[in-house]
């Protein structure tokens, strides 16, 4: 190769390279903004992102630690909602790669979770302790069919989850699982929530700003759950300060 040739090779390299790396860089900085940018959480919409619930998901009342409830009232509701991200953790920490069943369809399968919902609790406003509130108003229920379950495991990806929350919770207020499932779905629906992990006063202050209707509302949390609470109409009220 003469000099001239190597000389314009050497030329055009010296102007491709830095344009490369200027455009490497706009598109990190973009991607890093992304990232630190939260967006309206979306859960899975179609039940085909499940495979088939493999084995019995059935709560056993007997297994219940607190025990049944039924003479509170049911005042005001309570929605509780799990940052995924941290009870998945939990579980492998606990079971390794070795999921049981009612952790499998949301930390096993390859989608990422953010806010989950818990559950939709009825309440009694003069309880002092969990066991204070209503709870198994209707005793030990048979299984709910799996049809009607995987309607709602987009927002809360556990039919272990969801069985027993209907029956710890649901039917203290519901007639049948379905109407429970359907609530909390809707209640869900209506938020905006964040996509990467807030804690406290920032979590607080981004749903003030993101949600309209908890603009003025005092909200729970625990270590790693949010709580909004519902009059009897379902309306957004102030939850009760622990």
């Known amino acids: 190769m003469s000099m001239q040739p190597k000389f314009l090779l050497l030329k055009s390299l010296f102007y491709i390279i830095p344009l490369a790396l200027t455009v490497s860089g706009c598109f990190d900085k973009t991607a890093e903004k992304l990232q630190e940018t939260p967006q309206k959480s979306t859960a899975l919409s ?27 009232n049911v005042d005001y509701y309570m929605l509780a909602l799990s940052w995924s991200p941290s009870f998945c ?12 069943d009612s952790a499998e369809y949301q930390c096993g399968i390859k989608k990422k979770y953010g806010w989950v919902i818990h559950g939709l609790w009825p309440q009694s406003a003069t309880a002092r302790t969990v066991a204070g509130h209503p709870r198994l108003c209707k005793g030990d229920l048979p299984q709910v069919e799996e049809n009607v379950v995987r309607q709602y495991m987009a927002e809360s990806p556990s039919p272990n ?17 379905e109407q429970y499932f359907a609530k909390q779905q809707a209640l869900y629906r209506t938020l905006t929530l964040p996509t990467v992990e807030m804690k406290g006063k920032e979590l607080f202050s981004w749903l003030r700003k993101n949600n309209p209707q908890l603009r003025h509302a ?3 949390a625990s270590r790693d759950e949010l709580y909004i609470c519902y009059d009897l109409n379902w309306q957004v009220i102030n939850c009760p300060k622990q």
Do not use: V
Request: aromatic share 16%; net charge negative; charged share 25%.
């Open 161 to 177: 989850l969801l069985q027993a929350e209907w029956e710890k919770h649901g039917a203290c207020a519901f007639d049948r699982a």
């Open 46 to 72: 179609t039940q085909e992102s499940f495979p088939p619930i493999k084995n019995n998901y059935d709560f056993a009342m007997k297994d219940d630690k607190i025990g049944q409830n039924l003479k509170a």
């Open 89 to 100: 953790w939990t579980q492998y920490e606990k079971y390794g790669n070795h999921l049981p």
């Open 218 to 220: 005092y909200l729970g």
